[in-house]
Structure formats: structure tokens, C-alpha cells
């Protein structure tokens, strides 16, 4: 009976040792099932950390490339319309030079043709007119052509005056005559005639005439 009893006892504990080894395993197995699967999903998450980078890192460097085209396109245009800008100007002030250079160039012609014009009709000034003389005493600044005006215009004027009073004193003695035969009158009509028509043709030197006699007093 001692023998059975302690055969007993002896498996009991092999069984209890077996048990615990048993036990041991399925923990270490759990154990060891976790960390993989631990692993894993930190391996997952580290591989969705990296995708989710790149991603961002590919975004950011598109985002980056589509503003670089941007100021790109938006810097041609500014420049495209500084070129057009100063293209006009450059045509504003090309025709600006232009208009310049031909008032200029019509001005000399003009300076050029009135010398030349001074230059002939110099030593001819008793056959200028009214309108030249006046020119040339408004706007000559050769002094010797500008004296040999005035002295004209004075020769002219007393020349005008004489004539004014010769023709005032043929007035008056045709009116203290007394009634003329027709022929007498057909005559005195003639020259009455002729001395309105000669008035006509110096109304308006006479005007001009006593405007540059007032400019002189």
C-alpha cells in the first residue's frame, strides 16, 4: 500500500510538471503570436507613416512646381507688357522726334526762303508791298533792312498824304463849280470816277496806313 501511494503521488506530480510545462508553452506561444502581430502592425504603421511622407513630400514639390510656373507665366506677361509699354513709348517719341524735326526742317525752309527773299529784294524794296513792308518791320532783325523799311514806309506815307490832299482840294474846287455842259459833266464824272475807284483800292492801305502812324507817336 506504501509502494501504490507513492506511485501515486509521483504521477500526480509528473502530470502536474506536464501541466505546467503545457501551460508554459501556450503562454510563450501566445507571447510570441502578440509580438508578431505587435510587430506587424508596427510595421504597417511605420510603412503607412512612409507613404503618407512621400505623399506629402510629392504634393509639396507639385504645390512648389505649379507656383514656380505661375510666377514664371505671371513674369512673362509683366515683361511682355513692360516690351509693349516701352515699344509705344518708343513710337510716341520716334514720331514726337519726327513732328519735330519736320516743324523744324519747314521752319528753316521757311527762315531760309525769307533770307533769300531779304537778300534779292533788298536793293528792289520800292516794290514791295504794303503787307511786306509791314512784315519786315514787325519781325525783321536785320537793322539796315529794317531802316530801309521804315524809310519806304514813310516815302509811302507822305507820297499817301500828298496825294489824300491833292484829291481833297479836286473835291472841294469841283464842288464850287457851278452846273457844267453835259460833256463838262460826263468828264467830271469820269474823273469822280476814277478818284473813287484809286479811294477804293487805298482804303485799306490808309486804315493800315494810320494804325503804324498812331504805333509811332
Not at 24 to 36: D, M, N, W, Y
Not at 194 to 207: A, K, T
Request: glycine letters at 2%; hydrophobic letters at 25%; proline letters at 1%.
Amino acid at each position: 500500500a506504501v509502494v501504490s501511494t507513492q506511485s501515486t503521488g509521483r504521477q500526480r506530480q509528473e502530470e502536474a510538471e506536464r501541466l505546467r510545462k503545457l501551460e508554459e508553452e501556450r503562454l510563450a506561444e501566445e507571447r510570441r503570436i502578440k509580438k508578431e502581430l505587435e510587430e506587424k502592425r508596427l510595421k504597417e504603421l511605420e510603412e503607412q507613416r512612409q507613404r503618407e511622407e512621400e505623399e506629402r513630400i510629392r504634393l509639396e514639390q507639385e504645390r512648389e512646381r505649379l507656383e514656380q510656373e505661375r510666377l514664371q507665366r505671371e513674369e512673362e506677361e509683366r515683361q511682355e507688357a513692360l516690351r509693349k509699354e516701352q515699344e509705344e513709348r518708343d513710337r510716341m517719341i520716334a514720331m514726337t522726334i519726327s513732328e519735330d524735326n519736320q516743324a523744324t526742317l519747314v521752319k528753316e525752309d521757311d527762315q531760309n526762303r525769307k533770307e533769300t527773299k531779304v537778300i534779292l529784294d533788298k536793293n528792289n524794296i520800292k516794290d514791295w508791298k504794303y503787307s511786306e513792308l509791314r512784315d519786315c518791320i514787325n519781325t525783321s532783325c536785320d537793322v539796315e533792312l529794317l531802316e530801309l523799311a521804315r524809310e519806304e514806309f514813310h516815302r509811302r506815307l507822305k507820297a499817301y498824304q500828298a496825294w489824300k490832299q491833292k484829291n481833297s482840294q479836286r473835291k472841294k474846287k469841283q464842288a464850287a463849280k457851278p452846273d457844267l455842259p453835259l460833256s463838262s459833266a460826263s468828264q467830271a464824272s469820269s474823273y469822280k470816277s476814277n478818284v473813287l475807284s484809286r479811294n477804293e483800292l487805298s482804303r485799306e492801305v490808309g486804315r493800315w496806313v494810320w494804325e503804324k502812324i498812331k504805333g509811332y507817336r
